[in-house]
């Protein structure tokens, strides 16, 4: 079996300043969307966007996440432990992000963007859905780097099967990596397909609604849940059960606005 490395979590230190892993996963993220974006908005101009809006966009894209993301985690997840201890609620740089509440909130930005630029919603969601999924996966490894969000336990002759000592020493699944590999990087690879052509509007946000929810829905089955819905059999995660609505309108939206190429 392996042993998880059980990385320091800062990767580095100036002074008082602590660099962590997790901020350097978010910023590579924020870093390929805007070089993925310039490529895209330079060579699909029926987005109506150009390479010079693609700042503009990821201040607002940032902000949604962050501020979704960190009430999402607040609201959905552990609202007694933030209800205790309302500072912690401000210390993002320790972890502890949902991606649903992320997805709202940028969902949000992207509405106030669109105003502001005189764009369409669906025109703006369909350019950065293929942006956004090598942002989850550097998430996901950054979860794994600080050796949370482990996985439910394994066969020990599984050969990647991992021993999360901060926890215990029985055998587990990686699932940060393998929601890294599904969320993230399988994910990207579709929508980067799928959108190399002009689509009908609103397909390319459909089919990332369907992917991510699909790949979340699968990957929480070999994570071990922090909150389940029905009682404590953790038959359907939290994290399964916010993801079912993005499944099914996804694939509502998908079906009506689809037309043959």
């Not at 809006?53 to 609201?75: H, K, N, P």
């Given at each position: ?35 993925l ?9 029926w ?119 901060f ?26 397909w ?13 089919l ?20 389940g ?33």
């Amino acid at each position: 079996m392996l042993i998880h490395p059980q990385f320091d979590p800062i990767a580095l230190s100036l002074g008082p300043l602590a660099v962590r892993w997790y901020g350097l996963m978010y910023l590579a993220g924020f870093v390929a969307f805007l070089l993925l974006g310039r490529r895209r908005a330079a060579t699909q101009p029926w987005h109506g966007l150009k390479p010079a809006a693609l700042d503009d966009l990821l201040f607002y894209g940032v902000l949604g996440v962050i501020v979704g993301g960190r009430l999402g985690q607040v609201l959905f997840y552990e609202p007694a432990y933030y209800l205790a201890h309302p500072l912690e609620i401000f210390a993002v740089w320790k972890g502890g992000m949902s991606f649903h509440g992320g997805f709202l909130g940028v969902l949000a930005a992207m509405a106030l963007f669109a105003r502001k630029r005189g764009l369409s919603f669906w025109q703006i969601t369909d350019f950065i859905a293929p942006l956004v999924p090598l942002g989850l996966g550097a998430g996901r490894i950054g979860n794994f780097i600080n050796g949370e969000l482990w996985g439910r336990l394994a066969s020990p002759e599984l050969p990647w099967a991992m021993v999360f000592p901060f926890v215990d020493a029985l055998p587990r699944h990686p699932s940060q990596l393998y929601q890294a590999l599904g969320e993230g990087l399988l994910l990207f690879l579709l929508l980067w397909w799928y959108s190399g052509k002009q689509r009908a509007r609103g397909t390319v946000s459909a089919l990332f609604l369907i992917g991510y929810g699909s790949a979340r829905w699968i990957g929480e089955y070999f994570r071990e849940p922090d909150i389940g819905v029905f009682g404590q059999s953790y038959l359907v995660s939290m994290g399964q059960w916010l993801s079912l609505p993005m499944i099914v309108v996804g694939i509502y939206l998908f079906v009506r606005w689809r037309k043959p190429s």
